[in-house]
């Protein structure tokens, strides 16, 4: 059913840029004001048409019912020992936000120690990054409320389960390092940004403290900072030990680059010294230390990754002695365990996990359940024991426990659902390009499936900044499943899944490489009869929306339903804003002539065209979005429905208080993805 509200007109207004001699109109530019009463005016009358199209389709509220009783199953997150106790997080299905507990031992849930769900009514405080104080007798915590990338830092005392007085605003995208007395730990935060409004804090100059334990925050020491650079980021880590201190310096997000630098704890005072003093492509990442032997993974003359070791009394590049050489195969995380090198490997975007001895001699491949994906591995060097949390597109998260004696993998923990998951499969073909290139496409369906070009189906991508897009699961497929789609998943370039050579086929002159692998991924499904066009939708969040929402606008005729959710589209202003900044690296920006030219052949705010008919496109975003700032949304959404010669729905959702989408709370989730699916049943099915 297609019950359409009627389409409004959206103001537009004389604005005119010009780019390096051409004039480009920008005529919704007000829409960039979040908070200007006609903007709020805005937002509300198309949430208003929205909610009024799946209000008139039937399908909706069966599917939410659907969705909440899919999503209650029991969860738990991998194992971390620290001082006689296991702590795991766990959520009994429909928690709103995951639980903290604590037992001595593996077999018990043990006590409740933390539960977030307690800060706020409607589940949007969620806890960020957090880490155990050496002895055991703190807990800190960073809280990030209603989505947004700024946090505040908590402590909680573990022996009276109560909250120390400390309270640490302002940071953002940190770790949390304590001292090996307790005294307090090492964070990184941002000068005071002077507005309340998320959309407007800006994050620059980065200071690394070291907070005292139950001292105000304005009496934290600033141990790092770079007024000459006040778009570097820095982060510091310490080792297990605690002897030795690291400073990690990056400029960006988009390539594995960064200097590292290191000083002993007892000489916080003295300078940092150079293990990368400069930014060379390949990033360096500390794993751990040994008997003063630094290990670290980087990309360094190694596009696929290597292990690489540092005597930390000599230090220097110099004098860095490969252990792990590059091996072919994406090399995506390496963990210290009983003096072993446990590393994790994608071969065609699928995890291996491999444990390799210090000298970096291989012992052997640890068994996993089947293809798949590893999401965390819980170890340290201490232990005797690893927890690898794993999951494939038909199995939720499961908890595998190693054992470092026995060489033995166990299942810890393995999550029962409502889903005849043995009735359905996951097979990996590969699609050919524009250019030739082969590009990996994960397909999940019904057993027996008939090749006729008869199903709903959902083609799902990323395709950026290194990030690589594995088999994962997520309740909301086994719906779309259940009801007879198809979900695919293309590995286009851009990520990481066959190295850096892949990442770079997808990035600034090389963009259009990524939108021509996910058109040659739906056109492959539809020449092997998995589905036709009328019945092929394509779902892509923040970069993935704007590779759809790039698609849509190069091939609009290829697609029965297209989601955009918490897009990049306007990509001559999107550096202006928030974080954009820090993604000049892969995008470009429209301020360099060169870049520019590239960028106006594909930016989708611009390559809408007037009087086409686009296929039924849901736009998807948040008020409270302070990475992918929603106006970039909005004025895509204004754009496309002023432009549109057909009759679909060109709509727009904008949630409140609900932010990126990191620590979204269940129920939120469960309305989106209901709202989600419900807009594509109602238009492929």
Same mark, same amino acid.
């Not at 470009?588 to 065209?609: C, I």
């Given at each position: 059913m297609k019950t359409l509200p009627p389409r409004k007109v959206t103001r537009r207004e004389l604005v005119i840029d010009n780019y390096h001699g051409k004039n480009v109109a920008d005529p919704y530019r007000w829409l960039e004001d979040d908070n200007a009463p006609e903007v709020q005016e805005w937002m509300a009358a198309q949430n208003s048409d929205f909610e /009024? #199209?799946?209000s008139a389709q039937p399908a909706r509220k069966a599917l939410k019912d659907r969705l909440t009783q899919l999503w209650h199953f029991a969860k738990a997150g991998p194992p971390h020992y620290h001082k006689g106790h296991y702590y =795991?997080?766990?959520n009994n299905g429909l928690q709103n936000q995951s639980v903290l507990y604590r037992s001595p031992n593996l077999n018990d849930t043990g006590e409740v120690i933390f539960d977030p769900n307690t800060l706020s009514d409607d589940g949007t405080i969620a806890v960020g990054s957090y880490s155990y104080s050496p002895g055991g007798n703190y807990f800190a915590y960073s809280l990030s409320a209603s989505g947004s990338d700024w946090q505040t830092i908590k402590v909680l005392n573990l022996n009276t389960l109560e909250n120390c007085p400390d309270n640490l605003e302002h940071a953002k995208f940190t770790n949390l390092s304590w001292l090996p007395d307790e005294s307090g730990f090492f964070y990184t935060r941002y000068p005071d940004p002077k507005t309340s409004n998320v959309l407007e804090a800006m994050a620059r100059n980065s200071m690394v403290c070291l907070h005292s334990l139950g001292q105000p925050q304005n009496q934290d020491k600033i141990i790092h900072q770079d007024a000459k650079n006040p778009d570097w980021v820095f982060t510091v880590k310490l080792d297990d030990s605690k002897q030795w201190i690291f400073l990690s310096v990056g400029a960006g997000s988009t390539l594995r680059c960064n200097k590292l630098f290191f000083k002993p704890l007892d000489k916080l005072d003295s300078p940092w010294l150079p293990i990368a003093a400069d930014f060379v492509d390949g990033g360096y990442e500390v794993i751990g230390v040994i008997d003063n032997t630094a290990y670290i993974s980087t990309q360094n003359e190694a596009p696929f990754g290597k292990v690489v070791s540092v005597d930390l009394s000599e230090s220097g590049m110099s004098n860095l002695k490969t252990i792990i050489p590059d091996q072919g195969e994406m090399l995506e995380g390496v963990k210290l365990v009983n003096n072993h090198l446990l590393c994790t490997f994608l071969h065609h975007a699928s995890s291996r996990l491999k444990l390799h001895d210090l000298k970096g001699m291989y012992i052997q491949e640890i068994p996993l359940p089947s293809v798949g994906s590893i999401h965390e591995i819980s170890a340290e060097n201490s232990w005797k024991e690893c927890f690898i949390q794993f999951s494939s597109f038909l199995f939720p998260d499961a908890i595998l426990r190693y054992d470092c004696k026995t060489g033995e993998t166990t299942t810890l923990f393995s999550p029962k659902i409502d889903f005849p998951v043995d009735d359905y499969e996951t097979v990996q073909k590969f699609c050919t390009s524009k250019d030739g290139t082969q590009v990996p496409v994960f397909i999940t369906h019904k057993k027996g499936l008939t090749l006729d070009g008869s199903h709903? =189906?959902? &083609?799902? *991508?990323y395709g950026g900044f290194n990030i690589c897009i594995t088999p994962n699961? /997520?309740? @909301?497929?086994?719906a779309w499943? !259940?009801?007879? *789609?198809? #979900?695919? %998943? /293309?590995c286009m370039r851009g990520g990481a899944e066959y190295g850096e050579a892949w990442h770079r086929a997808g990035m600034l002159e090389s963009k259009q490489n990524v939108f021509d692998d996910f058109i040659a991924a739906g056109e492959y499904l539809i020449s092997e009869k998995y589905t036709r066009k009328e019945k092929l939708s394509i779902y892509g969040r923040s970069n993935g929306g704007l590779l759809t929402g790039a698609c849509v606008t190069q091939r609009p005729d290829l697609f029965g339903a297209v989601i955009v959710q918490v897009p990049v589209l306007d990509m001559y202003r999107y550096q202006l804003f928030t974080s954009g900044r820090f993604w000049v690296g892969e #995008? *470009?920006? /429209? !301020? $360099? @002539? $060169? %870049?520019? &030219?590239? &960028? %106006?052949? #594909?930016? @989708? &705010?611009?390559?809408?065209?007037?009087n086409t008919v686009y296929p039924p496109t849901l736009i998807m975003t948040a008020d409270t979005d302070d990475r992918v700032v929603p106006s970039q949304a909005r004025k895509f959404a204004a754009t496309m429905q002023a432009a549109d010669g057909g009759e679909n729905p060109i709509l727009i959702r904008i949630e409140k208080s609900a932010g990126h989408g990191v620590g979204k709370p269940v129920s939120k989730v469960i309305d989106e993805m209901a709202d989600l699916y419900g807009f594509l049943m109602a238009n492929l099915c």
């Open positions: /009024a #199209y799946m =795991t997080w766990r709903p =189906t959902l &083609l799902f *991508g699961f /997520a309740v @909301p497929r086994l499943l !259940e009801a007879g *789609g198809i #979900y695919a %998943q /293309a #995008y *470009g920006s /429209a !301020e $360099d @002539p $060169d %870049q520019f &030219l590239f &960028l %106006q052949k #594909y930016s @989708p &705010l611009h390559n809408v065209k007037m």
